[in-house]
Structures are given as C-alpha cells and as structure tokens.
Nanobody
Framework: QVHVVESGGGLVQPGGSLRLSCAAA????????VGWYRQVPEKQREFVAS???????TYADSVKGRFTISRDKSFNTVYLGMSNLKPEDTGVYYC?????????WGQGTQVTVSS
C-alpha cells in the first residue's frame, strides 16, 4: 500500500534546478510529511532536509544554501526546491511521512545531475 508519493525528479545539468513534491496518498490518512532523504547505490540513505512541528527546518550541511524545503499546509504537501545542483546530488530522493510513532516512506524519485 502506498502511503506517501513523491514526484518531480528528472535529469538536469550541473548548476540547474528542480523542485520535488511529496504528499500523503490520502488526505484522510493523518500522515504528516516531515522530510527528505536520498540514497545512491551501495550507500546508506542520508538525510537531506526536514520540516517539523510549527515549521522548524533543518538541512544537511551538503545542501545548505542550495536547497529549500517548504510546506503547503492546505494540501499537506512538502516541496524540496533544489538549485545549483551538483553531480553529487544524484540519487533517489525519498520523502518521509509520520503518523504517531510510525514512519512512512515513498517509493522515491530519481534525480540525476549530469552534463
């Protein structure tokens, strides 16, 4: 069962921009989207950015100043704006939703930064 859905990935040249979106599959699910992670083959999934509570935002050092996380409360959608993309930003980006003490992950969206 899909609980969280990401979209917006793609192929972009170095220095380019993308915006990812994430929403709960059902608005009635009670799942709150809280952040983004990314993963490359043979490496562990790593934290990218989070937005929790009343709007507390945290970024990984590697994306500070380039990525922006934001929330549209009316649609319970979280966005990840990515600019000045680098080849090392390539990976599958996953968003995480939370309901109570349970975390829910989407299926991921591929971001490829390459010339």
């Amino acid at each position: 069962q899909v609980h969280v859905v990401e979209s917006g990935g793609g192929l972009v040249q170095p220095g380019g921009s993308l915006r990812l979106s994430c929403a709960a599959a059902s608005r009635a699910s009670g799942i709150i989207i809280v952040g983004w992670y990314r993963q490359v083959p043979e490496k562990q999934r790593e934290f990218v950015a989070s937005i929790i509570g009343g709007g507390t935002i945290t970024y990984a050092d590697s994306v500070k100043g380039r990525f922006t996380i934001s929330r549209d409360k009316s649609f319970n959608t979280v966005y990840l704006g990515m600019s000045n993309l680098k080849p090392e930003d390539t990976g599958v980006y996953y968003c995480k939703g939370r309901r109570g003490t349970y975390d829910y992950w989407g299926q991921g969206t591929q971001v490829t930064v390459s010339s």
